[in-house]
């Protein structure tokens, strides 16, 4: 919808009241002109007169269509112009633009934050997947290559002429190319990262509850777990939950870990058969989120977003001092498999690069987040420096872990999907880590839970709460994928690099690259060496959802 | 016969258009890249003048060639061209290349028409340069169009540049345009009238006009235009159309009226004692006589021209 905006110039004060401005009058008398002779002009000639074009441009277009618009250069600046009400005050117009604007600093920082989620937990198990050196390789290819798509994704609204976009998101723009296809598949593939999201939280959520409420029991009952789980010694433990026989050798080792299905030898036995991990704590979340996940409206959630940062910041700071204490175990073997160690070049890659995907997503709100920028021009620069500053943040931590994981006693293979995991209950820094997380978690699951429910329910309902019980059965629905995949199959790193690959393929890859071709096209401007990397850039989308199901 | 508006894709053709003939363009029908075809507007002014838009110059080879093959047919029975060259244009070369092609095909194809070159979006540059780079391009633009005259105007649509030059151009197209005025002059001082208008039916363009006395808006052609042109798209949505309107207070009574075939006036009588009757029958009478004027002269000139 175009504004009313009739502005004006200099001293004197203009007239547009939103109520008495009716488009459909052609006969808007100014107000000079109606009043006996009155020597003082109220209003100026220039200001009339581009009052009288503005009025007719604007009877010769769509309202969206901004073809026949002012410029910004043929309005006056917003401390020249004065809104008048006929009722005889006049105020200044407080800027022309409600939304505040924000320094570039607060922008990379906003787009960090966003960006940095629980894939975190998952880098290092990544890198592990695809090969130390092969991992880093990959981390700041797949980076570069999401950040371009980002850049792509970012200036596709402005490259759509005649029609006003600036309220347009990504969606939208695939609307425009691609008819209600697009609309719908963007949806679609924006839904499958957020339900993922989601389900990870669920499985990350039951695994903190139940290590803190372990480390709380054996604090109180002075139980000491390290018999049963296989790890080091010493004060920094590291434990290896699930270890393989190794595949190349005669090695075995006799373990006895705690089997977390119930089969324990332990003597809290009810302790463990209440408070098990993928048995009972799953379910005992239903009662504190399936009620918040009704709320409204998510604004009060929305006020812990620092508990992110912090938590990042956290770990951060103990992945250092873990690296500190274990210090670097690193052997470089370039293809073969070994006993304690994982080859360079692995051929599991593609797991690595679909995390990543999930781990670099923020196309489907990065045009909403940089338009409070306050110098638009300084986009590109901002989105580059927030990408390097993730990517960097991502390297370090998987790094660390990597490299500081105690290999001789241990195996390289033993790298967890959720690294926290590889550190036993009852170790201090890394309970505050989880309890950290598990607060940060369970005030954006409903925040999740909202834009899921918002974006489903309006596109299918047009109203974005039609009544309770459409949306207690959608909460049902994802809980209930949530608590199924916490009990049954509680990988995250599959979860991740499932969905991140599936909502990747469409929003980073496919829809970017084909926009903006078609875009480059309509102008003419579309050259061979251009229209084949970005065919390339599909087909790199299509081969890493590929990957995931055969490696 | 035609009037032809020439120029890149991009350059504000439809816009123009748009504005000074009061069409409403949609935006589905809006291409999104150099027109291959030329587009009959059906929009007939001055009679039976119809106007034509082409887009000149893409990057397109087709395009080009097809330019080429179909030449004479689009230069054909050209009264007026009318060339747009965007100000902001990088290809400054090119766009004087394909001008000079156009001129030369009108050379052949119509060797009396009129040329006029607008210099258009002079709003993006810079208000203290405006002059100076007006002054550069038309003076490139007299050179090149020689044996052809061309005249040169700076144009904007966010300023009465546009509003302005097309009522020169419309003013250069009515054929004893002189004698009009001479004759409104005397109409509007025997009704005693303090200004009377004459615009052009199509485009409310204001052709001629008489003023008894200093008015304070220079402005205001372009608004009356402006207003009556809305005026006129809201009567076309009900099927309705425009013929006549009275405005009156206690200062002024304006009247606005079909005048001749071609020609709308608007009179405004500042004595308000005057009642509104005499008025019309002024115009009436005068009617009659401005018809007249108009048949005088000879087919060539006259404004009665053929479609296509």
Redesign the interface.
Known sequence: IKPPVCPFIQKHMFVYCEETFVYELPFHVEPKNIVEDDPQERVSAEAAILNSRVHYYSRLTGSSDRLLSPPNHVIPRPEEIYIYSPLGTAFKVTGSDQSSKNPSIITIFAIWNTMMGTSILSIPWGIKQAGFTLGILILIFTGLLMLYCCYVVLKSPKAIPYVDTSDWEFPDVCRYYFGKFGQWSSLFFSMVSLIGAMVVYWVLMSNFLFNTGQFIHNYAYNVNMSDSEFGTNGSDRVICPYPNTDPGGNFTISTHYLDNSGNDTSDVGSFEHWWSKTNTIPFYLIILLLPLLCFHSASFFARFTFLGTISVIYLIALVTVKAVHLGFHLEFHWFDTTQFYVPEFRLLFPQLTGVLTLAFFIHNCIITLMKSNKHQENNVRDLSVAYLLVGLTYLYVGVLIFAAFPAPPLFKDCIEPNFLDNFPSSDVMVFVARTFLLFQMITVYPLLGYLVRVQMMGQIFGNHYPSFFHVLALNILIVGAGVLMAKFYPNIGSIIRFSGATCGLALVFVFPALVHMISLRRQGLLRWPSALFHICLILLGIANLLGQFFM | MFVLLMGKSGSGKT?MR??IF??????DT?R???TIDVEHSHVRFLGNLVLNLWDCG???TFMENYFTSQRDNIFRNVEVLIYVFDVESRELEKDMHYYQSCLEAILQNSPDAKVFCLVHKM??VQEDQRDLIFKEREEDLKRLSRPLACTCFRTS??D?TLYKAWSSIVYQLIPNVQQLETNLRNFAQIIEADEVLLFERATFLVISHYQCKEQR???RF??IS??I???K??CSKLAASFQSMEVRNSNFAAFIDVFTSNTYVMVIMSDPSIPSAATLINIRNARKHFEKLERVDGPKHSLHMRMR
């Open positions: 816009s748009s504005i009061a069409n409403y363009i949609a935006r809006r999104l890249g150099a893409g990057q397109d709003d993006l649509i966010w009465e808006d220079a402005h372009e608004k402006n207003i042109k809305q005026f798209l809201s």
